[in-house]
């Protein structure tokens, strides 16, 4: 089994930044892709960014230039970093890993919420 704890959400003025964190922890031989999904209320789960175990990364269109994937293969873990934060950007964040031999996991979510 694989756990990811998620840390970092927060109340933030339109603006300001925040960071996420996740680590993963368990029977992990490698962890393949570790990406960012977030679900505002009433829409769909959406991906944010997705970063690859070699350092590739993906942004959605509505995050890029604002937010930042990265990740330490060695301690299991992914950040991202949100600047110039939107009310738009108000969600439920949801770490997800893609780990080898084990399956997909996701975190339990953390609330992001930026006021205007």
């Known amino acids: 089994q694989v756990q990811l704890v998620e840390s970092g959400g927060g109340l933030v003025q339109a603006g300001g930044s925040l960071r996420l964190s996740c680590a993963a922890s368990g029977s992990i031989f490698r962890i393949r892709a570790m990406a960012w999904y977030r679900q505002a209320p009433g829409k769909q789960r959406e991906l944010v960014a997705v970063?690859?175990?070699?350092?590739?990364?993906n942004y959605a269109d509505s995050v890029k230039g604002r937010f930042t994937i990265s990740r330490d293969n060695a301690k299991n873990t992914v950040v991202l970093q949100m600047n110039s934060l939107k009310p738009e950007d108000t969600a439920v964040y949801y770490c997800y890993a893609d780990v080898q031999f084990a399956g997909s996991y996701w975190g339990q979510g953390t609330q992001v919420t930026v006021s205007s």
């Open positions: 970063i690859s175990s070699g350092g590739t990364t």
